[in-house]
T-cell receptor, first 118, second 112 residues
Framework: GAGVSQTPSNKVTEKGKYVELRCDPI?????LYWYRQSLGQGPEFLIYFQGTGAADDSGLPNDRFFAVRPEGSVSTLKIQRTERGDSAVYLCASSLKGGAGLSTDTQYFGPGTRLTVL | GQNIDQPTEMTATEGAIVQINCTYQTSGFNGLFWYQQHAGEAPTFLSYNVLDGLEEKGRFSSFLSRSKGYSYLLLKELQMKDSASYLCAVRVYAYNTDKLIFGTGTRLQVFP
């Protein structure tokens, strides 16, 4: 079956511009996660959705970052007034249930969007 | 706080065995995961442990000791394609969160 997909695969933008990154989770997965990975580092948690609601957005670095999941499936990560420090690979993951405390609830990752802010 | 430590780099020879260690101190624990990540690609799930002991899956095994905050990933009969980064991640679950906390990853290079 289809895995997690993300578009675009690469995004180059200029400092101060607005960008949107899209994630299509595995069909039927209710939980969706966004992470950010800088070169040579492990992924860093940004936000967790259970259904349509953001259950935990404590990882968003500041108020320039916002994410939505209006119908409980596709999610969009939005970054306003981009800065050079926002350059990273943005990874999306989904899991079947999430939030149920089931350790078998594995997160499956998409290929990521490489964002470069010039 | 959340802290996960693993070696930055390791090298090994094709056909050999390598053990990648991971120690963690996290507020909340609901399982430890290992992911493999080839350069420029998504992390792919390898294994998870929630109870103490060894889990074996083909050439890969993972061990967990919760009292020591310690895990390792054991790779046997190494192949060139095993050259990748290996990410240790702790799942933190509470009423208001469900997330993975990752280490920085261990870059493994397998030589012929």
């Amino acid at each position: 079956g289809a895995g997690v997909s993300q578009t675009p695969s690469n995004k180059v933008t200029e400092k101060g511009k607005y960008v949107e990154l899209r994630c299509d989770p595995i069909s039927g997965h209710t939980a969706l996660y966004w992470y950010r990975q800088s070169l040579g580092q492990g992924p860093e948690f940004l936000i967790y959705f259970q259904g349509t609601g953001a259950a935990d957005d404590s990882g968003l670095p500041n108020d320039r970052f916002f994410a939505v999941r209006p119908e409980g499936s596709v999610s969009t990560l939005k970054i306003q007034r981009t800065e050079r420090g926002d350059s990273a690979v943005y990874l999306c993951a989904s899991s079947l249930k999430g939030g149920a405390g089931l350790s078998t609830d594995t997160q499956y990752f998409g290929p990521g969007t490489r964002l470069t802010v010039l | 706080g959340q802290n996960i430590d693993q070696p930055t780099e390791m090298t090994a020879t094709e056909g050999a065995i390598v053990q990648i260690n991971c120690t963690y101190q996290t507020s909340g624990f609901n399982g430890l995961f290992w992911y493999q990540q080839h350069a420029g690609e998504a992390p792919t799930f390898l294994s998870y442990n929630v109870l103490d002991g060894l889990e074996e899956k083909g050439r890969f095994s993972s061990f967990l000791s919760r009292s020591k905050g310690y895990s390792y990933l054991l790779l046997k009969e190494l192949q060139m394609k095993d050259s990748a980064s290996y990410l240790c991640a702790v799942r933190v679950y509470a009423y208001n969160t469900d997330k993975l906390i990752f280490g920085t990853g261990t870059r493994l290079q397998v030589f012929p």
